[in-house]
């Protein structure tokens, strides 16, 4: 069984609401599961648990921009404020 580990997949400018709702389902359908959505002027995507083979295969597809729509993945973690 794959592993699932949280990311975050941010979406460039302009990519189609349709785009991000496939990948929404394409991680879902492998067992992933959509935590969070993001949808502002600054930021545009979600956070997920992706299982290991997508996020793999997104990581190097958005890599240097190759990615039609996606801007990059990262993995999710807390972020504090002092």
């Known amino acids: 069984m ?3 580990k949280p990311f975050m997949v ?12 496939e990948q929404k389902q394409r991680i879902e359908s ?3 599961k ?8 600054i930021i545009r995507g979600f956070s997920a648990t992706i299982p290991d083979a997508i ?3 997104l990581t190097t597809q958005s ?3 190759g990615h ?6 990262e993995p999710d973690s807390e972020v ?3």
């Not at 979406?11 to 349709?18: M, R």
């Not at 039609?68 to 993945?73: F, M, Q, T």
């Open 30 to 32: 492998q067992g992933g």
């Open 55 to 57: 996020a793999s295969e």
């Open 68 to 73: 039609e729509h996606i801007e990059y993945l």
């Open 2 to 4: 794959s592993e699932h």
């Open 10 to 21: 941010v979406f460039k400018e302009g990519a189609p609401q349709s785009a991000i709702d």
């Open 80 to 82: 504090r404020t002092m």
């Open 34 to 41: 959509i935590k969070q959505t993001f949808d502002s002027p």
């Open 63 to 65: 890599t240097g921009g």
